[in-house]
């Protein structure tokens, strides 16, 4: 079971989650494929590959491949770029054209970000789960049918979170309950 917990865990990686759910997200939002592509495209060259780059250096300055940064103090450069990322798309949304459902997206991903950046100067926040329950909330607001389904899926990542000893259930649950907090505020102060 732990190996199967390890892939869960690897596939729903909070760099990896938001790439297939934006482009979903989008096209059931009404957005043509190809401006759904770019600017996922765009959210992933802003958003994820400066701190995906910092997490390759911080690794192999560290000697280890503890990819989940499970040690919470590793964790306060990755929070920190991550918001001057998401604070840069905002940007780039708000005044570049963008569909009208990323904003409110980004804007909830920024407030995770900052609260998972202040709690984690007490206790660590599952970001797996917190990016797997975002994701799944955007969709299932889009797509109803799909919501059991979706939860499952947050559920199983939760499951693996713990099955690797990575998490304790109280971060789990905040995870799941900043994540889902800020989509389901920005949705609605957005009124989409």
Not at 87 to 104: D, E, N, Q, T, V
Not at 128 to 143: P, R
């Amino acid at each position: 079971m732990t190996g199967f917990a390890a892939l869960i865990s690897r596939l729903s990686h909070p760099f990896l989650v938001p790439v297939p759910t934006l482009v979903a997200a989008l096209r059931l939002d009404g957005v043509g494929w190809s401006a759904a592509i770019a600017w996922s495209v765009v959210c992933i060259a802003v958003g994820i590959v400066p701190p995906t780059l910092l997490l390759i250096v911080q690794r192999r300055r560290h000697g280890d491949r503890d990819w989940y940064v499970t040690v919470r103090e590793q964790r306060f450069g990755l929070y920190a770029l991550g918001l001057a990322c998401l604070a840069a798309l905002i940007a780039m949304a708000r005044f570049g054209g963008a569909p009208r459902l990323l904003l409110p997206c980004l804007v909830a991903a920024l407030a995770a970000t900052a609260i998972g950046a202040a709690l984690n100067r007490v206790t660590k926040v599952s970001v797996h789960v917190g990016a797997a329950t975002g994701c799944a909330l955007l969709l299932a607001f889009l797509a109803p049918q799909a919501a059991p389904a979706l939860a499952a899926a947050v559920a199983l990542v939760a499951w693996s979170r713990l099955r690797l000893s990575h998490h304790t259930p109280w971060e789990v649950g905040l995870g799941a309950g900043v994540a889902a907090t800020c989509m389901a505020a920005s949705l609605a102060a957005f009124g989409v």
